[in-house]
C-alpha cells in the first residue's frame, strides 16, 4: 500500500453524488514505437492531463516513480524536439543521479562487513550506511550505531529509517502481525519461492529463521529503495520499478529475476507486492503482467493456461479497478495492519481499521484467515470474512467490503455502507450529508450520466481500444502529478 495515508483524500466512489474532479492519465502514445525518454528512474511514462468535461490533446512524459516533481523534475511534451546538447545534458543528469556504488560494490562491501569482529561493525544513521574500517573517518562527525549483529544485518527494515515522507517511496512496513501471518499463510500454501515486490520486509521474515533451522523458502526482493542493497547478495535483492519494470543493474538483474521465476518450471513461485498506492494503476498492472509473462516463458506448453499465483496488497476501493486488469483476482477480507501508520493499525489498537486488503487469484477457500482476529468461514461464499460482515440473503454475498455491517437497500438492489441512506431526489444511495445539486458522476467526455468516459459512445475509436486506461478519481488540482489520496468516510 504505502502512501501518504494521513493526508489521503477520498478516491472512493462517495455514492452517485460523487463529484468529479480532474485528474491525470496514463496516455497511449501517438506513435506507438516511439522509445520513451530516460529519466534517472528508467522509461518515463507518457500522461495527459484531464479536466472536467474535457480532455486535453497535448501529451506529456513524466517520471514513472515519483509522483513529486522535486523528487524527480523530469518532463517533456510528447511533440517536444530536444536538442543533441540536451539531451547530452539529460544523459549527463541521469548517469549523476545513479547510486553511487554498482551492485557488484555492494556485495564485496557486504562480504567484508561480515568478516569484521563485532566492535568494528558500524552503521551510520545519518547516510544509512553500513561502513567498513576505511569509511570511519569520513562519517567521523556522523550519527553512529556500533556491534551490528548478524541479526540485525537479517533485519534491515528495522535498521533503516522508513521513508514514509517521501511520495517516492511512501515506506510502511507491516505490523509483526500481518508479517508472520503472510509468511506463515505463504508457507502454508506450499509455495517455495516468493518473489516479494516492494516487500522488503516480508523478504526479510520469509528468509529468517530459528537459529540452526533450514529455510525451506526463498525469497528476492524487488525495490526501488537502493539502501537494501546493502545487505543482500545477488540472488537476494534487485534495485527495480515496478511502475517501468526497470532493472536498474540492467540484463544481469533481470536475468537473476527471470531465473527465480522460471526456477522448477515455475513451480512453487508466488509474487507477492505492496505498492504505494497514490500511484496509477495502470503502470503497476503492465509491469506485473510482464513479470507474468517472464514466468510463462519458463513453462512446458501444457501448463499455459496457468496463471502465477499473486497477492497484492492495496486498499479495498481500488478492488474494481485491480479487478478489471485481473479479473480472477478475488479480494479477502483480512485486514493488513502497519507498524509506522498510527491511523491503520490494528481496528482493537490503532484509531481504525485499516482499508489495506489482499487481492489474490489463489482460490480463496484455501486461504485460512485467523480466527483470533476475528474471522470467520462463511460456507455460502465459501471463504473467510471479517466478523461483522454478514452473509446478504438478497446479494448472496457477504457484501461488506470495510468490515463493517453493511445493509441492504431494496431500492438500490445492493448492499450499502451503514452511513448510506437512500437519497430520492439523487436515486440512489449517499452519504446523508452528500450535496444533491453538485455534479453528478457521469460521462467525462459528454457530461452524460448513464455511462462513463471508458464507454462514452463520442469516443474516437483508436481511445476505445484504450479501454483499460481508467481515470484516477482525484480532487481539482492544477498540480500536473496525482495528488495524494484519502480515505472515505
Ligand atoms: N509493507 C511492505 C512495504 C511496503 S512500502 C513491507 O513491510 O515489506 C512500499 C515499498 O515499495 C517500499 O519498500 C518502497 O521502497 C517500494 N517502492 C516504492 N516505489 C517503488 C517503485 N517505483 N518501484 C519499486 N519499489 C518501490
Ligand atoms: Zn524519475
Ligand atoms: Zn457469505
Ligand atoms: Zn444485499
Ligand atoms: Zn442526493
Redesign the pocket.
Known sequence: ??APMDCLESIEDEGCAGRRASGVEVALPSDPAAPAPLCP?GPTLLFVKVSQGKEETRKFYAC??CRDRKDCNFFQWEDEKLSEARLAAREAHNQRCQPPLSRTQCIERYLSFIQLPLTQRKFCQSCQQLLLPVDWREHGEHQLSAGISITQLRRP?QLLY??ENKK???????ADRS?QFLAGLLAALGFRRVL????????EQIRLTAPGEKSNMKSLL????FR?SQFYLEEGFCH????NHHFFDGKAALEVCKAFLQEEEGEGVIMVT???FG?LVEPLAITFKKLIAMWKEGQSKDDSHKELPIFW?FPYFFEQRICQFFPSFRMLDYQ?D??NHALYKHGKTGRKQSPVRIFTNVPANKIILPPEEGYRFCSLCQRYVSLENQHCAHCNSCTSKDGRKWSHCFLCNKCVKPSWIHCSSCNCCALSDHSCSGPKDGCFICGASDHKRSNCPHIGTSRRANKAVRKQKQRKSNKIRTEPLKDNP
Do not use: K
Open positions: 500500500m504505502a528512474h514513472s516513480a527494515s522508513p521513508l517516492t517511496h511512501a515506506q510502511y512496513l507491516f508479517c516479494c515486490v516492494g516487500t522488503p520486509r516480508l523478504h524487488l525495490d526501488i529503495d537494501y527495480y520499478n515496478m511502475f505492496d505498492p504505494p500511484g496488497i493488513v502497519y507498524d
